[in-house]
């Protein structure tokens, strides 16, 4: 009988709070359906005002957010980067900038709203990140 070979980042996933109950299976699909990538210090992940096509899961290193130029948050390990327009149907609502070498999983657009509709808690977990950006940011704008 064959046997799919269980992701290693399955591993570095089953230790984030976020994915806390979930299976090996769940954890395997959220592992197998994104796409392992490093980045460099300094490199700009995503710009604000552009339409969202792709979001991040941060599995090591640190990010700046940035609106209007400005820091607004930074972002490390187990982290979400980009979700809020997917969430939203929006365009990016700041520009997210590596400061440290980083080591993530990318994940198209069509594969977020896979795993949304197959791992119900792959979902919570990227609305309540957006929910908590989002009034975040309407707090630092008042």
Known sequence: MFHKKHSPYADRLRSLARFDGLSDADLTRIADRGTHLTSPAGWSLMAEGTPADKAYLLLDG????????????????????????????????????????????????????????????FARALEETARDRLAHDRGSDA
């Open 62 to 121: 640190e990010a700046s957010v940035r609106m209007h130029g400005e820091e607004i948050a930074r972002l490390g390990t187990g982290d979400f980067l980009g979700e809020v327009a997917l969430v939203t149907h929006g365009l990016r609502t700041a520009s997210v900038v590596s400061t440290t070498p980083l080591e993530l999983i990318h994940f198209t657009a069509e594969a977020v709203a896979e795993l949304s509709e197959q791992i119900p808690q």
